[in-house]
């Protein structure tokens, strides 16, 4: 296990690139299926990080808090790490209670979306407006190892703030955890 910090490659502002990709389950979904939505995390995740376990709880929280949000976890993993892959992703949401109406967890199979939105890290956020522009990129909460307990719910407050349409935070606090597996590596 590596550990990284997030590094963007689109900024605050910027209009986030445009995806289509597979769920576990065959369901394609891109972006802009996604436009009913108030607003969408696309958030890189895989299923053995240990990074990513201890933040399934905040996820869920939120997906429940926040209905009018588009969660969507990205898995650039699932041809680099055998306990990524497509089959055990299935499992992965079912042992965390992430099967909502407004959480999509999909395949990045030739990472390419994680290599656009600039993502080295799992889990790696990035809130987007209901336009599809970076509102923040960081951190779930400040819990920063798995041994951590929650003292701010971080990405709760700014989720928040942008549905009341205010700026995005000046501070944008890195997400860390594992690095992708990437392919060329």
């Not at 900024?11 to 065959?26: D, H, K, Q, R």
């Not at 993502?119 to 819990?143: E, I, M, S």
């Amino acid at each position: 296990m590596t550990l990284k910090q997030s590094d963007p490659d689109i900024s605050v502002g910027e209009t986030a690139p445009n995806f289509e990709l597979e769920s576990y389950n065959g369901e394609k979904v891109s972006l802009t299926d996604l436009d009913n939505f108030d607003g969408v995390l696309v958030i890189f995740m895989c299923n053995h990080c240990p990074y990513v376990k201890t933040q399934t709880d905040e996820l869920r929280k939120l997906t429940e808090e926040f209905p009018s949000i588009a969660f969507v976890g990205v898995n650039p993993n699932t041809e680099t790490h055998e306990d990524d892959s497509v089959e055990k992703m299935e499992k992965f949401v079912g042992e965390n209670s992430l099967s909502s109406s407004n959480f999509y967890y999909l395949v990045d199979k030739d990472q390419e979306v994680a290599e656009q939105y600039g993502a080295v890290c799992t889990p790696d956020p990035f809130l987007l407006d209901w336009r599809h522009r970076l509102h923040y990129q960081g951190r779930l909460n400040d819990k920063t190892s798995p041994e951590e307990d929650v003292t701010e719910r971080e990405m709760k407050n700014v989720i928040e703030d942008m549905l009341k349409r205010k700026d995005s935070p000046k501070e944008q606090k890195p997400s860390q955890g594992c690095s992708i597996k990437w392919r060329n590596q």
